[in-house]
């Protein structure tokens, strides 16, 4: 009686699943139940894949789920030993990001039961909006106690420029250094003569880092006109209006006898 059923269901299922790969004499179903509504995705989206696979014989012994991507090539995601005649399962996906702006991912659902017997079926979806951010590397920022470049202009960052012959409207970052605190140290703070606003967050992927992503951090953290204590591996965003800008990686910190040679070298990555 129970072999009729679930023949009877696979005859109801199978033709609405038209990513199924199916032999007609299977005896193993497997299907999203939720696969008409996947489709297009951004980043950091997480996605359910409702999974449900069974057979007509004794159990599924396996489900394995694949990913392939022009970027990552083939990556299995899921390969789990079920042993259960009829098994729902719930896949969660977290999207991530790409070096294109859209980017075609494809997915195998495979289900192989106790006499070997395998099923699967495709699904495709759509990351859109992923583009990674171009990295800009080798940036110095020198401490404010040594009259070089210690201030940063979002307007041009092909260089750094030195505070007494900058325009005050033009000091977005300037290296924070009073003699009479710091003494020969590097302060290790930031702040602003205009309207810039800082997160640290170095739990931030900033090598993955993308326009959504960078805004999504910044929009949602607690911000503030200086930044303090930078250390070597600081992630620094910034942005203005309540709007994110860009990203800072502190690649290296600088503080040795003296004033004269401090600095932070830096990579940034700014939003188009």
Known sequence: MRNI???????????LISGCEKDEESTVVIVLENFSELGYCKPDDVILFKI??????????????????????????????INQNNFKY???Y???AYKQDTTLVSFVFSAK???????????????????????????KLYSGGNNREDVLFLGDLSKAYNYADTDSANIDIYSYYDKNIHYESLSR???TNTDVEFVKNNTYD????????????F??????????????????????????????????VIDSEGTNNDYYLINYKKMN
């Open 52 to 81: 449900h696979t069974f057979t007509k014989n004794e159990r599924i012994e396996n489900l394995k789920i694949v990913s392939e991507d022009i970027e990552n090539g083939n990556k299995v995601l899921l390969d789990s030993v």
């Open 113 to 139: 039961d106790n006499t070997g017997v395998e099923q699967s079926m495709k699904k495709h979806i759509k990351v859109t909006g992923s583009k990674i951010l171009e990295e800009y590397t080798g940036l």
């Open 94 to 96: 977290k999207v991530p």
């Open 206 to 217: 900033y090598s993955s880092a993308t326009s959504q992503s960078l805004n999504n951090i």
């Open 219 to 252: 929009v949602n953290s607690r911000k503030s006109s200086s930044v303090k204590d930078l250390q070597t591996g600081d992630v620094v965003i910034i942005g203005k209006a309540g709007e994110a800008w860009g990203a800072f990686h502190i690649v290296n």
């Open 189 to 191: 703070e930031w702040r």
């Open 5 to 15: 059923y679930y023949i009877l269901l696979a005859f109801l299922l199978l033709p």
């Open 90 to 92: 719930t896949f969660a």
